[in-house]
């Protein structure tokens, strides 16, 4: 029972070491999805150490069809715990040795795909991180996941606003 409650504990410890410091390098994660062969909704989101969230839904669908309404900038805030959560999901990526960088292709070729292909860009200790996903796997879904949860969450509040997201390029 001992040793079950020190590994319990030290867990806990490693964990919350590990979300501490990412919780002091990030800056801010952006966000891009892109369109597919199908119905992709298409995301630009910025989220901050403020906890700010700005959002640009570029294409939304709502039963396979274009859903007009939910086309625009919107801003928001995450509340503590959502970001407790997210800092939690960074602290477990080695940030230092992860992300994938798209492979060079000779111009003028077309990729083709039918799933939307993601966009990261990571600033840590001031450092931008490009990161491209088709599919991502591990702790890199989790993540994803975590963001397209926050740019289809409705409480975020629309604005007439035009919200500078910074672009993957």
């Not at 891009?32 to 669908?61: R, S, V």
């Not at 274009?66 to 939690?88: C, H, P, Q, V």
Request: net charge positive; charged share 30%.
């Amino acid at each position: 029972m001992k040793k079950y409650l020190y590994l319990i504990i030290t867990s806990h410890l490693i964990i919350s070491c590990a979300t501490k410091k990412n919780e002091d390098r990030f800056e801010k994660i952006i966000f891009h999805t892109t369109k597919c062969f199908g119905t992709c909704p298409e995301y630009h989101l910025e989220l901050n150490k403020n906890q700010e969230i700005k959002l640009y839904i570029e294409k939304a669908y709502q039963k396979r069809i274009l859903d007009t309404s939910r086309i625009g900038y919107y801003k928001g805030k995450l509340d503590n715990k959502t970001y407790a959560e997210f800092l939690e999901l960074l602290g477990k990526m080695d940030l230092d040795k992860s992300g994938i960088i798209e492979p060079e292709r000779e111009p003028n070729t077309v990729v083709l795909r039918e799933t939307s292909q993601l966009y990261l860009i990571l600033y840590n200790d001031k450092l931008r991180k490009p990161i491209i996903y088709i599919y991502p796997a591990g702790h890199w879904q989790k993540i994803m996941a975590f963001l397209y949860k926050i740019a289809e969450d409705k409480s975020l509040t629309k604005t007439n606003e035009e919200l500078d997201i910074e672009k993957f390029d």
